[in-house]
């Protein structure tokens, strides 16, 4: 129970903690209409900083934007700043073979004060036990524009989160999508930005040329970054350093023919989406079969169409009459209302040949027989044979004559 009341009471003094930053110093943001923006000049180390500093260079480069004079407090419109990519080639900067901070230093800055350890792991959104780890994956590069990131400091064992601006020409650690996470002079942990587009009260130590209109956001990119292009600071040439390398394999590129005291290619701030007023679309299968602007709704006032059914007959053998036309024609309808309209094809049964009755074959005329007698009675050809009377030959004819027999 004791333990559990004195991490409510951490938590309450976390909440407490008012609206302060200044350096590496923490501090909370103010009202959703304006917040405190802390300002921090390279080497400024401020009350609240996690570390001692671990930075090797604190070289200003060459500007990547012509300087003018200071504005005034930014305005929405002013600081809603430019997005720029974290693999843009000449976003960063760094000496050739040199890193410029001591990673290994941080590791031991961190690794020797468990509550430090903790509340990094925490703001960095790692696990405490790969802190070390997480710095080895970074690259050390310093800043050639005036960034503006979501700053952490170390007050009453916990991290304290606030916006600030970094100076063109600090010492960062920045991950494999482009991000700062670390800024070398006080070991804090970086994030990006946040979103906010109200009013701004500038804090802290601001520099020479700071312009609130010149300050970017950096965008992570979705993919890993193998290889950053860098400048050279000490001549404006162009360097290759891997990814989480300290220096020891940049390599020159020459080829690379990109005017490096330009500032890097930015994306203006995207304006507010405006409200759809077209109507959802529908999800039906008809309107969904129905290209898009094809024509214009129909009318209101339109009735409910009556399908017309036209009848198509296929060729016969004979010449027939063109089919009647069906009684039930369509009323006729406002102009661009939609019709229904159903065709039938109807293939016309040939008549079927009646079954003949059937018939008995005729029976074959014979030629006359010239050995019968000539008075006998011709058999009739046209008698069906069921009509023949009964009874034996000798019966219908008689017997007979004594001369037919001797034949």
Same mark, same amino acid.
């Given at each position: 129970?004791?333990?559990?009341?004195?991490?409510?009471?951490?938590?309450?003094?976390?909440?407490?903690?008012?609206?302060?930053?200044?350096?590496?110093?923490?501090?909370?943001?103010?009202?959703?209409?304006?917040?405190?923006?802390?300002?921090?000049?390279?080497?400024?180390?401020?009350?609240?900083?996690?570390?001692?500093?671990?930075?090797?260079?604190?070289?200003?480069?060459?500007?990547?934007?012509?300087?003018?004079?200071?504005?005034?407090?930014?305005?929405?419109?002013?600081?809603?700043?430019?997005?720029?990519?974290?693999?843009?080639?000449?976003?960063?900067?760094?000496?050739?073979?040199?890193?410029?901070?001591?990673?290994?230093?941080?590791?031991?800055?961190?690794?020797?004060?468990?509550?430090?350890?903790?509340?990094?792991?925490?703001?960095?959104?790692?696990?405490?036990?790969?802190?070390?780890?997480?710095?080895?994956?970074?690259?050390?590069?310093?800043?050639?524009?005036?960034?503006?990131?979501?700053?952490?400091?170390?007050?009453?064992?916990?991290?304290?989160?606030?916006?600030?601006?970094?100076?063109?020409?600090?010492?960062?650690?920045?991950?494999?999508?482009?991000?700062?996470?670390?800024?070398?002079?006080?070991?804090?942990?970086?994030?990006?930005?946040?979103?906010?587009?109200?009013?701004?009260?500038?804090?802290?130590?601001?520099?020479?040329?700071?312009?609130?209109?010149?300050?970017?956001?950096?965008?992570?990119?979705?993919?890993?970054?193998?290889?950053?292009?860098?400048?050279?600071?000490?001549?404006?040439?162009?360097?290759?350093?891997?990814?989480?390398?300290?220096?020891?394999?940049?390599?020159?590129?020459?080829?690379?023919?990109?005017?490096?005291?330009?500032?890097?290619?930015?994306?203006?701030?995207?304006?507010?989406?405006?409200?759809?007023?077209?109507?959802?679309?529908?999800?039906?299968?008809?309107?969904?079969?129905?290209?898009? !602007? @094809?024509?214009? &709704?129909?009318?209101?006032? +339109? =009735? #409910?169409? $009556?399908? *017309? /059914? %036209?009848?198509?007959?296929?060729?016969?053998?004979?010449?027939?009459?063109?089919?009647?036309?069906?009684? !039930? @024609?369509?009323? &006729?309808?406002?102009?661009? +209302? =939609? #019709?229904? $309209?159903? *065709? /039938? %094809?109807?293939?016309?049964?040939?008549?079927?040949?009646?079954?003949?009755?059937?018939?008995?074959?005729?029976?074959?005329?014979? &030629?006359?027989?010239?050995?019968? =007698?000539?008075?006998?009675?011709?058999?009739?050809?046209?008698?069906?044979?069921?009509?023949?009377?009964?009874?034996?030959?000798?019966?219908?004819?008689?017997?007979?004559? &004594?001369?037919?027999?001797?034949?």
């Amino acid at each position: 129970m004791p333990s559990t009341l004195r991490r409510i009471a951490a938590a309450a003094a976390v909440l407490s903690v008012g609206a302060f930053a200044a350096g590496c110093g923490g501090g909370a943001s103010g009202a959703d209409s304006e917040q405190d923006l802390n300002l921090q000049p390279i080497a400024a180390a401020g009350p609240d900083p996690f570390t001692k500093s671990t930075a090797e260079s604190t070289a200003t480069p060459t500007p990547a934007a012509p300087p003018g004079t200071r504005s005034s407090t930014p305005t929405p419109g002013i600081l809603s700043p430019s997005t720029v990519s974290g693999s843009t080639p000449g976003l960063y900067g760094g000496t050739q073979s040199v890193a410029s901070c001591d990673v290994e230093k941080q590791i031991r800055f961190l690794g020797g004060d468990r509550a430090k350890n903790q509340a990094f792991a925490d703001a960095a959104g790692v696990d405490p036990g790969s802190v070390a780890g997480f710095l080895r994956g970074l690259t050390p590069v310093v800043l050639r524009v005036d960034t503006r990131v979501t700053n952490h400091g170390f007050r009453d064992g916990s991290a304290t989160s606030f916006q600030s601006v970094l100076q063109a020409g600090t010492a960062v650690l920045v991950d494999d999508h482009g991000a700062p996470r670390v800024r070398c002079a006080c070991g804090n942990p970086l994030k990006p930005a946040n979103g906010h587009q109200g009013a701004w009260r500038d804090k802290g130590e601001p520099w020479p040329g700071f312009r609130g209109d010149r300050v970017v956001v950096v965008r992570p990119t979705t993919v890993v970054i193998n290889n950053f292009i860098i400048v050279n600071i000490t001549n404006n040439t162009w360097i290759e350093r891997p990814r989480g390398d300290d220096g020891q394999h940049d390599r020159k590129r020459p080829d690379i023919h990109i005017d490096p005291t330009k500032p890097p290619v930015t994306e203006p701030p995207s304006p507010p989406a405006s409200p759809s007023t077209s109507p959802p679309t529908s999800s039906s299968p008809s309107s969904s079969s129905s290209p898009s !602007g @094809s024509s214009p &709704p129909p009318s209101p006032n +339109c =009735p #409910t169409p $009556t399908p *017309t /059914v %036209t009848v198509t007959q296929t060729p016969t053998l004979k010449p027939q009459e063109p089919p009647a036309r069906l009684p !039930g @024609s369509p009323t &006729p309808t406002p102009s661009g +209302c =939609p #019709t229904a $309209t159903t *065709t /039938v %094809t109807a293939t016309p049964s040939l008549p079927s040949p009646s079954t003949p009755s059937p018939r008995v074959p005729s029976a074959p005329v014979l &030629p006359p027989d010239t050995s019968a =007698p000539s008075d006998l009675p011709s058999l009739p050809t046209d008698i069906p044979t069921t009509n023949l009377p009964s009874g034996s030959y000798s019966d219908m004819f008689g017997p007979p004559s &004594p001369e037919s027999e001797n034949v």
